[in-house]
Every structure is written in C-alpha cells, then in structure tokens.
C-alpha cells in the first residue's frame, strides 16, 4: 500500500489516451475486471497541493469519475489484486467510504452518490460543487 488512506480506483491517463480508455485500463490493472465505464458522475478539479510525509508535490488536475456499476456475484468473484496496485478492496457504505477516505476523496464520494441518483453530473472543485 502507497497511501495511507483508501482511495477510488484510478490513474492518470497516458499519452495519447482518453479518459474513457483510461478508466478502462486502470480498473483491469487494479482489478483485473474488463468492463466499460459507464456515465460520467462528476468532474473534478484539483488545484496543485503536497502530499505525504516527503511533502511530494502533485500538479492541479481534471479528476473523472465513472459509474462503475453494479457487479454481479460472478464478476466479485473475478476480481484479482494485482501486483503493487492494491492492498485491498471491500464493498462499504457510502458513509463508511467517508470515514476510510481523506477528507476531499470524501466529499467527491458523496457528490457522486448524489449525482448518481439524480442522473446528473457533478461538476466540482477540489471536491466541492461549483456554485
């Protein structure tokens, strides 16, 4: 495990690649699923900000986040942890995410849960609506 709080699953998108083809790749290599993305939940920029004990420095950026659907107990079963991505995973609450997350992963989470219901976009800033 590189961080010490939980996170969605993801990356950054590789040259040449588009974000759809991105969240497609990062899931199979963390989860080794094979799956599409489905819609869009949210849109997020995050403005440039240090993290972690060596006070890396990470630039702003434009954080996507697809609805990955519901996975049949047969797909559950499929999911394998590969090498150096994962320590683990589970299925939680909403609420529960919120407390094994940082404080914005936690806010993007409760903003794509109601955007989910809503069958809407949440378009964000550092995890926050855009008022």
Not at 79 to 108: K, Y
Not at 110 to 116: E, F, G, N, T
Request: include cysteine.
């Amino acid at each position: 495990m590189y961080k010490p709080a939980w996170d969605l699953p993801g990356g950054a998108a590789e040259a040449d690649e588009s974000p759809h083809a991105a969240c497609r790749r990062e899931v199979a290599e963390e989860l080794g699923l094979d799956r599409p993305p489905g819609r869009v939940l949210a849109v997020d920029w995050v403005p440039a900000r240090t993290i972690g004990p060596d006070q890396t420095l990470l630039p702003d950026g434009v954080i996507i986040v697809y609805d990955g659907g519901v996975l049949t107990p047969a797909e559950v079963e499929e999911i394998v942890l590969m090498d150096g991505e994962l320590a683990g995973f589970e299925f939680v609450t909403a609420n529960e995410a919120a407390r094994r997350v940082n404080p914005l992963v936690a806010r993007r989470i409760s903003a794509c849960v109601q955007a989910c219901q809503a069958g809407t976009v949440a378009a964000l800033e550092n995890g926050s609506p855009v008022t």
